[in-house]
T-cell receptor
Framework: NAGVTQTPKFRVLKTGQSMTLLCAQD?????MYWYRQDPGMGLRLIHY???????AKGEVPDGYNVSRLKKQNFLLGLESAAPSQTSVYFC???????????????FGPGTRLTVL | SQQGEEDPQALSIQEGENATMNCSYK?????LQWYRQNSGRGLVHLIL?????REKHSGRLRVTLDTSKKSSSLLITASRAADTASYFC?????????????FGQGTRLTINP
């Protein structure tokens, strides 16, 4: 099993450009998450999904959109990139939701995005 | 706002010594988890401790949880160079409909040979 994969691994954008980050998992997990990681800030939740066709806002959703058309994929979109969105983006998935005692999350390798 | 706060922010020890990291949180939780992140990589789950548990072991890892003090500690015994990484605690708060973990800012651990 590949686990959680993310594409691309690196990307440089100019301000105002758009892009989509793709996350795929092969563990048949129901729950998927997008985080951003910035120095000294830890991980912050952007959006998450509790199942195919459903999405919800996390802690820092502004400037991002997501879609979960297939259970195994979770897409993160930036419609008009800004320098403040320079960050490392991580996707994660879990079998059980928070509130369940076995809800550890499995993370992808990350996407390093720079917005100039 | 961050639910979990790790202490210290950075820790440097000699190989073979024990490393202790602490995590404090603010609200009642279902469970608390510890993750490791090697430089340039994603997070890897290490151990989960439920709110009704006080101590848990996994290999060289020992985790304690004190719900009355809202704190947890991660002990790594007999450290190795390969343990060099950042360690994060993540809490699963008891909030109806939360369905998400809240991560702290991490402790950067360096093991010197």
């Amino acid at each position: 099993n590949a686990g959680v994969t993310q594409t691309p691994k690196f990307r440089v954008l100019k301000t105002g450009q758009s892009m989509t980050l793709l996350c795929a998992q092969d563990m048949n997990h129901e729950y998927m998450y997008w985080y951003r990681q910035d120095p000294g800030m830890g991980l912050r939740l952007i959006h998450y999904s509790v199942g195919e066709g459903t999405t919800a806002k996390g802690e820092v959703p502004d400037g991002y959109n997501v879609s979960r058309l297939k259970k195994q994929n979770f897409l993160l979109g930036l419609e008009s990139a800004a320098p403040s969105q320079t960050s490392v983006y991580f996707c994660a998935s879990s079998y059980s939701p928070a509130g369940n005692s076995y809800n550890e999350q499995f993370f992808g390798p990350g996407t390093r995005l720079t917005v100039l | 706002s961050q639910q979990g706060e790790e202490d210290p922010q950075a820790l440097s020890i000699q190989e073979g010594e024990n490393a202790t990291m602490n995590c404090s949180y603010k609200t009642s939780i279902n469970n608390l988890q510890w993750y490791r992140q090697n430089s340039g990589r994603g997070l890897v789950h290490l151990i989960l401790i439920r709110s009704n548990e006080r101590e848990k072991h996994s290999g060289r890892l020992r985790v304690t949880l004190d719900t009355s003090k809202k704190s947890s500690s991660l002990l790594i015994t007999a450290s190795r160079a390969a343990d060099t990484a950042s360690y994060f605690c993540a809490t699963d708060p008891i909030i109806q409909g939360a369905q998400k973990l809240v991560f702290g800012q991490g402790t950067r651990l360096t093991i010197n040979p």
